[in-house]
């Protein structure tokens, strides 16, 4: 029984890598997106808008994907337990948990006073829902992808105990 447990918690932990690398990929591309758009002098000594914009995205990638394992897994926690102790299986399910705990996250991180951002910073200006936006997508792509990847290898769905009939 505990080899089984071991195994499902290996399942469970690349699956928390791929929503992890998936909710990171989708989250940079409208913050990325903006930036770009906002600064196209850079974009001009960078040799053109794509290869500016494929520059953030992949550095904005990277970056955001280690921020976000280190910040979304207590969500992913809870998720996962209330998940397998109600029988919720479904990519819908880890869908919403992931849009919730992304939105939650980016106002944790965007908590810090508006000054502390840089000048001309508001709290609900364009520049915090476009992040806030991207944060959502991102953690709804990973929670959705999780919840395909659970399915399709039965992580927690098949009982870890044999059940044994006593003639």
Known sequence: MQRR???ELLWVLLGYVIAVLIAAAVAVVPIALKEALS????AAEQGGFLP????LYFLGTIIAAMLMAISAWPGFVI???VGVRRGYRSPKYFSGCGLAAAFLG??????VPPDAWGPGSAWFGT???IDILG????GAAGGFAYGLFARR????????VKAEVFD
């Open 153 to 160: 290898y039965q992580v927690f769905l098949r009982p870890l």
């Open 79 to 81: 998720a996962l337990i």
């Open 39 to 42: 600064s196209p002098g850079m």
């Open 5 to 7: 447990l071991y195994q």
């Open 135 to 138: 944060a959502c997508l991102g």
């Open 127 to 129: 520049s915090y829902l």
């Open 52 to 55: 500016y914009f494929f520059s």
């Open 106 to 111: 980016a106002l944790v991180f965007r908590g």
